[in-house]
């Protein structure tokens, strides 16, 4: 790579990828950087740094709507929202740790790019269903906007949905908007202790088809919850099923001990209160410090949560487990093809899909990093990929090799 751009403005982002579509330059995307090392290493002989494209626009409380640039830090809009007790409500990651980066690097354009959400996810949508709009420059050097501060806007397509979680394929977003939430005052966990995969499993589903309203359903076995920084599931000695459930705190208490009393008889229970159940939860939305090894691959298996006893057995490694069994990480050896066969095989039964969200560069180039899409959705994918990027020039190779 003999050159990083650093355009300060939308026009200068516009004639950096216009050069670059006419003579056919690829160019990687990038800012904070917490995320680079996710998908395939890009094909590029430049980058374009957007970390200069940053600070929140607009914020308007009263309507729920935030909008900023793409190298605005996550710390920076969730201090902004936080200030008037709002929140975005799917909960996105800080995954720079787990590739060794310092925490609080990831910006929002990372954030919209990967389309990851965090455990309230089950409750609150994801990412995609929280991006109400945003205006870019395509791989043809145009720029275009699409959505719009409306919820509910239904004119022409939904662009915004194939925007998010494309990593930088499509275009390069200059401005973001979206939807923010009220924040709740009060947040509370139910624990129970000693459950297997099986009965966890069943308990999370319990609570989650209960009235009492959980926001978070997760399991961490006995290993991951010994690194906990919560001194009651660290000192458990044994797996941790942990249920959320937030709102005001008269509601939040009497829901607790519903439920509570629907799943009595389990295991031993206890309950945290909002201090440790954030905690808690930011430990189980960013991964790294319950699953720590940064020599081991980590795997992202996405499923139907009454598949997760099954998957969880047709696989070895150290794993995780949130969405009430719908989201499995996993680690393994960086070794061989990291038992891709087997993930891939294991998901495929269930119906679900597994990403390879870190492996060495080696390893990454020898898989494939996400799940591979059966010929008629692969066509469609290359069609919208062409439509808005023909010459392959933004993020060339990160989801596919030369697209």
Aim: charged share 20%; hydrophobic share 50%; glycine share 10%.
């Amino acid at each position: 790579m003999t050159e990083t751009f650093t355009p300060r403005d939308a026009q200068q982002l516009r004639d950096v990828i216009a050069w670059a579509a006419a003579d056919a330059v690829p160019l990687e995307l990038l800012a904070g950087g917490s995320r680079r090392d996710i998908g395939h290493a890009v094909e590029a002989r430049h980058a374009v740094d957007l970390s200069a494209l940053a600070g929140i626009v607009s914020y308007e409380p009263e309507e729920l709507v935030l909008v900023a640039r793409p190298g605005t830090t996550m710390a920076e809009i969730d201090a902004a929202l936080a200030a008037r007790q709002q929140m975005l409500a799917f909960e996105p990651p800080d995954l720079g740790p787990l590739f060794g980066r310092p925490p609080g690097g990831g910006t929002l354009g990372g954030a919209i790019a990967t389309g990851f959400a965090g455990p309230r996810r089950i409750k609150a949508g994801a990412a995609r269903d929280h991006l109400l709009g945003f205006a870019a420059i395509s791989g043809r050097g145009e720029a275009f906007k699409a959505g719009s501060k409306v919820v509910k806007n239904v004119t022409g397509y939904d662009l915004p949905k194939i925007f998010c979680g494309a990593f930088g394929t499509l275009g390069a977003m200059t401005e973001v908007t979206l939807k923010a939430l009220p924040a709740p005052p009060k947040s509370r966990s139910v624990l129970i202790f000693g459950l297997d995969m099986a009965a966890a499993t069943r308990a999370m589903a319990e609570a989650l088809n209960s009235p009492f309203e959980v926001s978070g359903a997760a399991l961490l076995p006995a290993a991951a919850a010994a690194r906990s920084s919560v001194d009651l599931v660290r000192q458990s000695g044994a797996s941790v099923t942990a249920l959320r459930i937030e709102g005001t705190p008269a509601s939040v208490a009497a829901r607790c001990a519903g439920l509570r009393a629907l799943l009595a008889g389990r295991g031993p229970d206890a309950e945290l209160h909002t201090m440790r159940t954030r905690r808690l939860w930011s430990e189980l939305r960013d991964v790294a410090s319950l699953l720590p090894d940064p020599d081991k691959a980590l795997w992202r298996l996405s499923i139907p949560p009454a598949a997760a006893p099954c998957v969880s057995a047709a696989l070895d490694g150290e794993r995780l487990f949130d969405w009430g069994g719908g989201l499995i990480w996993l680690a393994v050896p960086a070794t061989g093809d990291a038992d891709a066969a087997r993930v891939r095989a294991a998901v495929a039964g269930a119906g679900g899909h597994a990403t390879l969200l870190r492996a060495p560069a080696a390893l990454r180039r020898a898989v494939p990093v996400f799940q591979p899409q059966p010929p008629p959705l692969a066509r469609l994918s290359a069609r919208v990929k062409a439509g808005f990027d023909p010459a392959h020039v933004l993020n060339r190779g990160r989801m596919l090799p030369g697209i």
